[in-house]
């Protein structure tokens, strides 16, 4: 497959707006499918795909190798984040955009630049004849928004996964540019949304200050007593009962691969850095379960003054999880403390939670076979050591797979540290882009 080829189908996926998230796109979403079942079915795929109701399809896709051959699964997600704010981008985001050495477009990185970088190595190694294995395509379109049918995807399609020996996810990022990495644990999510009203509109806080509720100030001290701000820990009583403890040699592996705080920084963007419990900054995301609040919205925000009180608020919350904690049992933890907390106003205050997705934490042993050969091909191919490192994102079917196949999980990856996943001006080095087919040729023809 030539260079100029993978780029025309790199460039025409990412030209397609498949956003999980806005039901406006659902036809989009129906193109990616189409795109995909078209390339795999020229590749001499058996193409079938699997959809509850009007969600996003799930693509499962299989091509017969040989009998003394292994069987490979390859999971990827062709749904992305929405682009906004495309105020901030510096190209369109769904044109794929060659500059400085990168490709940049909504979904390069996250991940349809990998499912291209798959499709490819594989386009290789059949026209090579060098493809023995069977190969199992796995791909997604809920991904984006917790993979709420994929535990049933699976399960109606047991009987052909449990075939798989080793499942592939390339959809996390190197240790640094020609330094390749393998994610051995991923951290889980239970998303929340809260809603208060105290009124039916908006008061005059002249008349009526110090004589009702404002429900921004009580999301604001909601929020004060579920964590400390400076320390980052967790105030709800049990969150972390069920956190396994690191082992030392587990620790000092990490300690091994670690960026200064200064790297972090620079990558992050961000004015300054915070820790817990004297870990380096660039650990505490990987191996600390953590709170965070994304959005809150109540009363005026506008230009100049105006004094209001608002009669609702709304905010949307996180927690993520690592190993051993349960994301229902979360939940109802969590749950449990809002509700003890708001029986303070009784009913002069409404409100209602909304719990938007819960996946639990992914851990693999990195003495996995499987694991250990894929980090000898990739270390061979990039002359560098391949890192063992913990992530502190959510990748859904990891822990699916995993958990109702019983199979080991690879997850490798080949954008940057810098590939501004979820953000505008998402990108893909050129160099890892070239260099990942290579070496997943590698891996699929020789593992």
């Known amino acids: ?84 704010p495309v105020r901030e981008w510096d190209s369109e985001p769904f044109t794929l955009t060659q500059k400085n050495g990168r490709f940049y477009g909504r979904g390069t990185a996250d991940n349809k630049g990998h499912i291209i970088q798959n499709i490819a190595a594989i386009d290789n190694l059949i026209a090579s004849q060098s ?22 995807y699976i399960d109606t399609l047991k009987d052909e996964l449990m075939k798989v020996d080793v499942f592939y ?7 640094k540019k020609n ?18 009203k105290v009124g039916d509109h908006d008061m005059h806080s002249g ?11 009580i999301l604001a001290d909601l929020f004060a007593h579920m ?24 620790m000092k592996l990490l300690n091994n691969h670690v960026f200064s705080d200064e790297e972090f920084q620079k990558d992050a963007g961000s004015l300054g850095l915070t820790s817990m419990r004297n870990v380096p900054s660039y650990l505490a995301p990987k191996i600390f379960p953590s709170m965070d609040i994304h959005g809150i919205k109540s009363g005026f925000v506008g230009d100049g003054p105006k004094t209001i009180i608002p009669a609702q608020g709304l905010a ?44 639990n934490p992914f851990y693999c042993s990195i003495n996995d076979p499987y694991l250990q050969k894929t980090a000898r091909i990739l270390s061979d191919h990039f002359g560098h050591e391949t890192v063992f490192m913990r992530e502190g994102g959510s990748i859904p079917a990891a822990e699916i797979i995993q958990r109702v196949l019983g199979k ?40």
């Open 131 to 152: 493809l023995k294995n069977t190969i199992v395509f796995l791909i997604e379109g809920e991904e984006e928004t917790g993979s709420e049918h994929f535990t049933s």
């Open 408 to 447: 080991p999980v690879v997850l490798t990856g080949f954008v940057l540290p810098d590939a501004n996943l979820h953000a505008p001006n998402e990108n893909f080095d050129e160099d890892m882009f070239w260099e990942g087919i290579e070496v997943l040729g590698k891996i699929y023809g020789g593992i």
């Open 316 to 359: 949307k919350f996180s927690f993520r999880l690592v190993e051993h904690q349960d994301a229902g049992k979360m939940e109802l933890l969590v749950r449990d403390f809002i509700e003890k907390y708001m029986n303070q106003y009784g009913a002069r205050v409404e409100y209602s939670i909304t719990s938007h997705s819960y996946d």
């Open 179 to 196: 330094i390749p990495m393998i994610i051995y644990a991923l951290r889980g999510l239970v998303y929340f949304e809260i809603e208060l």
């Open 1 to 84: 497959m030539s260079k100029q080829n993978v780029i025309d189908d790199f460039s025409s996926f990412i030209s397609i707006p498949s956003v999980s998230a806005d039901p406006k796109r659902a036809p989009d979403m129906s193109r990616a499918v189409k795109f995909l079942s078209k390339k795999l079915t020229s590749l001499g795929f058996e193409v079938r795909l699997l959809q509850n109701g009007q969600n996003p399809a799930t693509i499962f896709a299989k091509r017969i190798g040989s009998t003394d051959g292994k069987t490979i699964g390859i999971y990827g997600h062709y749904d992305v984040q929405p682009e906004d």
């Open 227 to 250: 964590k400390n701000s400076r320390s980052g820990e967790v105030l709800i009583s049990g969150f972390y009962d069920s956190v396994r403890k690191i082992a030392e040699k587990e």
């Open 169 to 175: 996810i390339t959809d996390v990022e190197m240790y």
């Open 207 to 217: 008349v009526y200050g110090n004589a009702v509720y404002n429900p921004a100030q």
